[in-house]
């Protein structure tokens, strides 16, 4: 486990660029001083007997926004939270119930920008030791893990679309099982993907 620690350490200590749900269609045109929410989501890496794990998100089929998507534990910055990195902490503890003194923070990627109008910080993090999960009944249906290799590698990326707003809009995804992480959850981890290889 100390080995791919230090490999994802390395990795997030390298700067890059922004990524953004439009990546992928450059001929979107994104108005100048758009207003833009911070917020947190927090990336935790378990350890199973089979090796690294990252705890995801399904939420509620009964939310207004994104009902029923892959997610990680996060949300938007609020006025009690010294930075975004602390709202990713508050979020998953409400979320699934994991202390905040029980993870340890190996690093940040690049902001990410939404097409709901958020800029949001992924944290990468080490769960410390074993907790209960309790996912918070409004927002999250369902806590699971999908191995740390199979979303960190870039084969398994495929590259979808479906029209939103009138036009054709292209996302990634990395299916794993039944779970259909697609959307900001897939273009974050394809980023981090491609910083571990």
Do not use: C
């Not at 001929?27 to 690294?52: K, M």
């Amino acid at each position: 486990m100390s080995d791919s620690i230090a490999r994802i350490r390395a990795a997030l200590a390298d700067t890059g660029l922004q990524t953004s749900d439009f990546d992928l269609n450059p001929e979107t045109v994104l108005p100048e001083g758009r207003p833009l929410r911070p917020a947190g989501v927090l990336a935790p890496i378990i350890q199973r007997q089979d090796g690294l794990h990252l705890l995801l998100t399904k939420r509620s089929s009964a939310l207004k926004h994104h009902p029923g998507q892959i997610s990680f534990p996060g949300g938007k910055q609020d006025a009690d939270d010294v930075d975004v990195v602390a709202a990713a902490l508050r979020e998953a503890e409400e979320e699934i119930g994991l202390p905040q003194d029980n993870v340890e923070i190996l690093g940040v990627l690049p902001e990410h920008e939404t097409v709901t109008g958020f800029t949001v910080t992924p944290v990468i993090a080490i769960v410390r030791d074993g907790f209960e999960i309790i996912p918070e009944p409004g927002e999250v249906e369902e806590v699971f893990s999908v191995p740390l290799d199979h979303v960190l590698r870039p084969a398994n990326f495929l590259v979808q679309s479906r029209r939103w707003r009138g036009t054709r809009r292209y996302y990634f995804t990395v299916p794993f099982g039944p779970y259909y992480i697609w959307g900001a959850t897939a273009r974050i981890l394809r980023a981090w993907a491609e910083r571990m290889t």
